[in-house]
């Protein structure tokens, strides 16, 4: 019997069009295996919807859109016999670049049809869950930034960087580990289950979707002449090698800071005051 396959497609992740994909599903996939069906979001959430609804009706559902995307999509079926499949389209596509999904959009449609499968860790934070990375600080204050732009992309990502990092202050967290307290004063705090942010920059190049754990990548304030090299070697997997970068991990991990900001939610930022981290 063929598997069900359910393509959800994000038209606006990464600012790339994708009015090809569906031809490119025909072409690549192998449909004596699969019975393809193919949608496109039209809202917020409505990838979500779509997913849910899929639970019991679909054995695959392939986000095909950026981490934002398979977030919303992974969530909606995390728990259950339904399987996530992705196909990158986004500006960093952290997730998929981690588990070596190709970027070429034909050959990562061409991987389906080896159905290989394999269990990953999720982590939940502030009732949310999150596959890849979610963050709190300059990483939610930007990703805040970057939602409001007309533009998407990785560009306009880093133009939005460049733009508010000299503004941005520090805070004090209190961060509980597995019982354990510390208090950091840090530029931002990185929850990392993949080792990467996206566009191949490891924070914390040791992490695996499969060890159990959460990696609480502290990243100190660092000065701005430093910020080149910071992206240099986070491409070449040393940023934990430096001074600015601390990195603990744990499965049970609770934040409260001293000033309210952007909420570490990994999509539909929000503010809140306190914040707390469980592994999955």
């Not at 699969?34 to 409505?46: D, L, S």
Request: glycine share 8%.
């Amino acid at each position: 019997m063929k598997r069900k396959v359910l393509f959800i497609i994000n038209p606006v992740s990464g600012g790339k069009k994708k009015d090809k994909v569906p031809e490119l599903v025909q072409q690549n996939l192998d449909v004596s295996l699969f019975e393809p069906t193919i949608v496109f979001t039209n809202n917020a959430m409505h990838a979500s919807e779509l997913a849910l609804e899929a639970v019991g009706q679909y054995d695959y559902v392939v986000a095909v859109g950026g981490d934002g995307t398979v977030n919303e999509i992974a969530s909606s079926i995390v728990g259950t016999d339904t399987a996530l499949g992705i196909i990158p389209f986004g500006s960093g596509n952290g997730l998929a670049r981690f588990l070596g999904i190709p970027m070429d959009t034909r050959e990562a449609i061409k991987t389906l049809n080896k159905e290989k499968v394999e269990l990953i860790d999720s982590g939940k934070l502030n009732g949310q869950y999150f596959f890849n990375m979610a963050g709190m600080g300059f990483d939610a204050h930007i990703s805040e930034v970057f939602s409001h732009e007309k533009r998407r992309g990785f560009v306009t990502y880093i133009k939005s960087t460049f733009r508010e990092i000299n503004n941005y202050k520090p805070q004090t967290y209190h961060i509980e580990i597995d019982g354990k307290l510390y208090e950091r004063e840090a530029f931002m705090l990185s929850f990392a289950n993949s080792s990467q942010y996206g566009n191949n920059a490891h924070i914390s190049p040791h992490a695996s979707v499969q060890d159990g754990l959460i990696d609480v990548c502290i990243i100190k304030q660092f000065p701005i002449w430093r910020l080149i090299e910071m992206g240099i070697r986070m491409l070449r997997k040393t940023a934990d090698k430096t001074g600015y970068v601390e990195i603990i991990r744990g499965k049970h991990i609770k934040i409260t800071r001293d000033r309210s900001g952007p909420s570490p939610r990994p999509s539909s930022w929000r503010r809140r005051r306190h914040a707390g981290c469980r592994h999955c």
